[in-house]
């Protein structure tokens, strides 16, 4: 068992430095209706399904630096070729390397793009000023990707310290607070109906808007999550690839 906010902190001295993070991978992607893609390095998370596991679990040796006028430039070229208006970071986790993510932030601000930040949100979790400083930019939405429905279910997806899973839901709460754009993402296979049950109450309790806008996502079948989750005795019914997400927020 590990923290995941003692995690973060040694992951970002291997992939934020002198405000620069690794990336490993930039792309068109249809997620959004369409959406230019920079997939960075690094987390604070071990889910047993995570699909990027190369830059998760050997972070030194995947992908390279980028200042956030570099990573903005490649977003940008990506999305004048493809037509799109939106942008994001995903991959791994975007808010560890946080002056990184501001300053990249900023300059999306200056455009007329939006900014879908994907996170965990551990580190929002634990850290109102995050949530704060995210506030200021209204170009910006922020899906928080819950791991289970509660503790419980938390540990046995990530394999970190059960309570982290109360970050996940202080990072909603924070950005709501601070007037932040934001909704929750739930992944379907790890919803039962009476854990689901009792995660909507913990969401209403923040804002009963959180249940109306919670996305079901949908565990993505690769090989080498699939023998993860074997590996770890968690017996699921892949409901088919996550396409898109429909609505707009
Ligand atoms: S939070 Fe996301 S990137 Fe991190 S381990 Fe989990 S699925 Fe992978």
């Not at 679990?57 to 200042?67: A, H, L, Q, T």
């Not at 968690?234 to 429909?246: A, P, Q």
Request: aromatic share 10%; net charge positive.
């Amino acid at each position: 068992m590990y923290d995941p906010v003692e995690l973060a902190k040694e992951t970002e001295k291997v992939v934020a430095h002198n405000n620069l993070r690794k990336f490993y991978r930039f792309r068109p992607a249809k997620f959004y209706g369409g959406i230019a893609t920079a997939d960075c390095v690094g987390c604070c998370l071990r889910c047993v399904f995570c699909w990027s596991r190369a830059p998760l679990m050997n972070p030194e040796r995947v992908g390279r630096f980028y200042s956030p006028q570099e990573v903005f430039n490649k977003l940008d070229s990506i999305a004048r070729r493809h037509g799109y208006s939106q942008l994001r970071v995903s991959g791994n986790e975007p808010t560890i390397g946080r002056q990184h993510l501001l300053n990249l932030l900023d300059l999306v601000e200056q455009t007329g793009y939006r900014f879908i930040l994907e996170t965990n949100g551990i580190l929002i979790g634990g850290d109102a000023s995050y949530a704060q400083a995210l506030a200021e930019f209204k170009r910006l939405h922020v899906r928080v990707s819950l791991k289970g429905c509660d503790a419980e279910q938390f540990l046995l997806l990530t394999g970190a310290k059960p309570e982290a899973f109360e970050l996940q839901l202080a990072a909603l709460r924070n950005m709501i607070n601070a007037g932040a754009s934001c909704h929750a993402a739930v992944m379907q296979e790890f919803a039962p109906e009476g854990k689901l049950v009792t995660l909507k109450k913990r969401l209403a309790e923040i804002d009963t808007r959180l249940v109306d806008n919670l996305e079901f996502e949908y565990l993505i079948p690769f090989p080498h999550v699939v023998r993860e989750l074997a590996r770890h005795e968690i017996n699921v019914r892949c409901g088919g690839l996550r396409e898109s997400i429909r609505r707009n927020y």
